[in-house]
């Protein structure tokens, strides 16, 4: 009987002990399994947006290399109706076009990302975007156009307020256009009476008046992406038509070259930006897109067939001006603009490096009219379209983001 007792105990004793082992278990596996309670967000405060916006620039898009992606698509066709004619390689039937677009640009420590048309112009509701410069910025545009307009097919082209082109987003109230500019500063012809000197008139230049096509519209956008420099040089301005600088209404004496006048011109051009354009803008500089003439100048039979991206080390070579190549304007023009930013609250949006390499994505001969090589040779300066702006886009639409979004 007390054997048995005994035994009893034991066995109690025992049930006991496991099921408070098993208790243990339950209550520690629903502490695993139960959701915590997340924070209640709230907006950043200014200084901690500022340190948000900092590591992005430590990511740095503008450092990495191109990787072949054969599923990677452009979204959009020769169909969209912002093309301008001669950068519609699809519809030139330009060759290559699927290769063009199936590279991609991997940031050294970051990922990007294609930008999501429709969120973005959710985000950009009843902003404004505004480029202001040359041609290049032109090509920029309609590749922004081309892409926003996933999103809202019903955007309308737009030309008010001295806008060159652009586009309206009916459905998020968004406008993004282009301002012609080339210099940025007022210019205008002034023919002389006789050419006896070879001179048949200047283009006089006032440094310290920004052009009329955008001195009344920085205040419209939210955004604004300026650029100059490819119009800065003799094949644009000959020895037979000089620009001419005047300051306060009158010559800079002793005459400035190229160089110095375009130091001049960003000097004051910057320091209007900063004066007359809010700090609630967004305003960024975009730096020079590399040319790839090979074998002379464009109007020297230089040409841009090729099929696939440079190698880096081949960069150097192409685009130092150590080597004097008929490449080298954009590393020297940049330089000058780099020196004018410093000090500014202007962002620099670098797409040089990225672009150098991309010696294959130019319209060359495809310029979709009849005798335009011909008469102006080769076009490797401006980019194919759909093709390398749509990563600049990528780019540009993650700095916004990061400076308007959430």
Not at 163 to 182: D, E, L, Q, S
Not at 250 to 270: C, H, T, W
Not at 289 to 294: G, K, L
Not at 359 to 370: C, F, N, R, V, Y
Request: hydrophobic content about 40%; overall charge neutral.
């Amino acid at each position: 009987m007390k054997m048995h007792l005994k035994n009893s105990t034991t066995l109690f004793t025992s049930l006991i002990f496991s099921t408070l082992i098993l208790l243990y278990l339950y209550s520690s596996l629903l502490s695993f399994s139960s959701p915590k309670q997340l924070p209640i967000p709230h907006s950043k405060p200014e200084s901690e947006q500022k340190t948000h916006f900092s590591s992005l620039n430590q990511c740095n898009f503008f450092k990495g290399r191109w990787v072949s992606d054969p599923n990677r698509k452009p979204m959009y066709d020769e169909t969209c109706p912002f093309h301008r004619n001669a950068w519609n390689c699809l519809r030139n039937r330009r060759e290559k076009m699927g290769m063009i677009n199936s590279w991609k640009w991997v940031p050294d420590n970051c990922s990007l990302n294609q930008i999501d048309p429709l969120g973005f112009l959710g985000m950009m509701r009843n902003k404004n975007i505004g480029f202001i410069g040359d041609s290049l910025n032109e090509n920029f545009l309609v590749a922004f156009l081309c892409i926003l307009r996933v999103a809202d097919n019903g955007a309308k082209k737009w030309k008010k307020k001295g806008a060159w082109r652009g586009a309206y987003f009916p459905m998020f109230n968004v406008t993004v256009a282009y301002h012609r500019a080339v210099l940025l500063a007022k210019y205008q012809w002034q023919p002389k009476e006789s050419d006896q000197d070879g001179i048949k008139g200047i283009y006089r230049v006032d440094i310290d008046v920004p052009a009329d096509e955008w001195v009344q519209i920085t205040k419209f956008y939210d955004v604004l992406v300026f650029n100059t420099g490819h119009w800065w040089g003799p094949h644009k301005f000959p020895k037979e038509t000089p620009l001419v600088f005047y300051q306060n209404g009158k010559p800079i004496l002793p005459s400035l070259d190229f160089q110095d006048g375009l130091k001049v011109v960003l000097k004051s051009m910057i320091s209007y930006i900063e004066k007359e354009v809010p700090n609630t803008k967004l305003k960024l500089w975009r730096m020079q897109s590399p040319r790839h003439f090979f074998g002379g100048e464009w109007n020297q039979n230089g040409s841009c067939l090729f099929d696939e991206p440079l190698e880096e080390p081949q960069l150097d070579l192409w685009f130092d001006p150590v080597n004097n190549g008929v490449n080298k304007e954009a590393r020297e023009l940049n330089q000058v603009i780099d020196e004018a930013l410093q000090g500014s609250n202007i962002q620099k949006l670098d797409l040089s490096h990225l672009s150098e390499y991309r010696a294959d994505a130019h319209p060359a001969i495809w310029l979709g009219k009849k005798d335009a090589v011909a008469v102006w040779g080769q076009d490797c300066m401006h980019w194919c379209l759909p093709g390398l702006p749509d990563t600049w886009v990528d780019i540009l639409s993650e700095l916004i983001r990061y400076n308007f979004g959430d």
